[in-house]
């Protein structure tokens, strides 16, 4: 994975990781066990499917970043559709609270996604290069 894809999907689970660990205290003070293991299975959850969506989309347009846009739309619908899929599957479960892990994995997957694209913003890549660099070096030769 190139430093710039880990940078994103550092700058990413980082902030998911302290938000599921603050929802995590705060659903076991006020629900208990099944409070705390509805926001520990909903963080696992979301830092599970969302990194494995980075890797994917990282190999996904290794070799052919004109992908990039359709790639990362095939990815993240994919990760909507497994996260719904699990949704429903837990849907009237005892195992967990089921309000405490809907709750949380709504707020990691919000803040997953909006620091993903914070990372992306600030990695300023260009995946187009017009070349107007080597045009302006052979005008600048050619006037000399």
């Known amino acids: 994975m190139p430093s710039h894809d880990a940078r994103i999907l550092r700058g990413a689970a980082i902030p998911t990781a302290v938000a599921g660990v603050l929802a995590i205290a705060i659903s076991t003070a006020l629900v ?33 970043p004109q992908l990039l846009m359709a790639a990362a739309l095939a990815v993240y619908t994919t990760q909507i559709l497994l996260v719904g899929i699990v949704l429903a599957v837990f849907k009237n479960t005892s195992l967990f609270d089921t309000k405490v892990f809907g709750f949380t994995l709504l707020g990691c997957a919000l803040i997953w996604t909006g620091f993903q694209v914070r990372g992306a913003m600030k990695a300023k890549l260009y995946y187009v290069h017009t070349g107007e660099s080597e045009r302006k070096d052979s005008k600048s030769e050619r006037q000399q």
């Open 32 to 64: 208990g066990v099944k409070g705390l293991l509805g926001a520990l299975f909903a963080t696992l959850l979301v830092m599970a499917f969302f990194s494995f969506g980075q890797v994917a989309l990282d190999r996904l347009t290794r070799n052919n």
